[in-house]
């Protein structure tokens, strides 16, 4: 991508206005992480320099190191799946956890969030689509546990999160960012619970997304570039 990660900013913003207008919603309704995970510091600058404040990570280590090096004004989401042994490290760094994808997990962050005085934001990842390779509650499933996650008391649970599986085509993703609101419309009902917030869609597949509804989308290569290696480290 030869274009600036400002002008990719401004045409990704540009996307987003028009499918909400197509969705008769408000695109303000619509927040946009850009997602800097793999890439340095300089370009989550060139970024902030156009207007952008919200960003996403998906490795709590690479955050780690980034997040200090960057002006306190940015804001952080993960949006990724979290281990066990992170959430310590996690918690203090982003304002929002996008990937709470079992009661396990979900019991050990309340957990750490109490001894550290915190009540963190989060969404509960749904696996849409079945994969067994794919972190996630299953949507039926997660009725059973639903009380239980609501009980969790510094757990501020407002929404849903997923990850369709990817396919070049991104009408191919309408049916699981769907089946994404209609999962939340139902537990929101039978649980009497408002579950405002979807995240979903990627690069490739926002518009769609919005269009069903996200009020979350997580765009990093259209951004920034494709990733070139795994994470950004600091130099030794
Ligand atoms: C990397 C990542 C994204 C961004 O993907 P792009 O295709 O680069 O926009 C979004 N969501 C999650 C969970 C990711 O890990």
Excluded at 20 to 44: D, N, Q, T
Excluded at 159 to 167: K, R, V
Excluded at 186 to 200: G, K, Y
């Amino acid at each position: 991508m030869n274009e600036s990660i400002g002008d990719n900013l401004e045409k990704v913003r540009g996307q987003i206005e028009a499918s909400a207008s197509r969705a008769g919603r408000s695109a303000g309704a619509v927040a946009l992480i850009a997602v800097s995970k793999a890439h340095p510091p300089e370009a989550v600058g060139e970024a902030i320099a156009s207007g952008q404040l919200l960003f996403g990570e998906n490795r709590v280590q690479e955050a780690r190191a980034k997040i200090p090096r960057l002006p306190e004004r940015a804001r952080w989401h993960l949006i990724g799946h979290l281990q066990s042994n992170k959430i310590r490290q996690a918690l203090p760094l982003f304002e929002r956890l996008h990937g709470i994808d079992s009661l396990a997990l979900a019991r050990e962050v309340n957990r750490v969030a109490a001894e550290l005085g915190l009540f963190p934001k989060v969404l509960l990842e749904l696996n849409v689509a079945g994969e067994g390779s794919k972190f996630g509650f299953n949507p039926e499933a997660i009725r059973a546990e639903m009380e239980e996650l609501l009980a969790l008391d510094r757990l501020e649970i407002d929404g849903l999160m997923a990850i369709p599986p990817f396919t070049p085509e991104p009408e191919a993703s309408r049916p699981y960012f769907r089946a994404l609101r209609e999962c939340r419309d139902r537990l929101a009902r039978e649980f009497r619970v408002p579950l405002p917030e979807l995240s979903m869609g990627m690069s490739h597949d926002f518009p769609i997304a919005i269009e069903e509804g996200a009020t979350f989308v997580r765009v990093g290569t259209a951004i920034f570039g494709s990733r070139k290696g795994k994470a950004w480290k600091p130099e030794a």
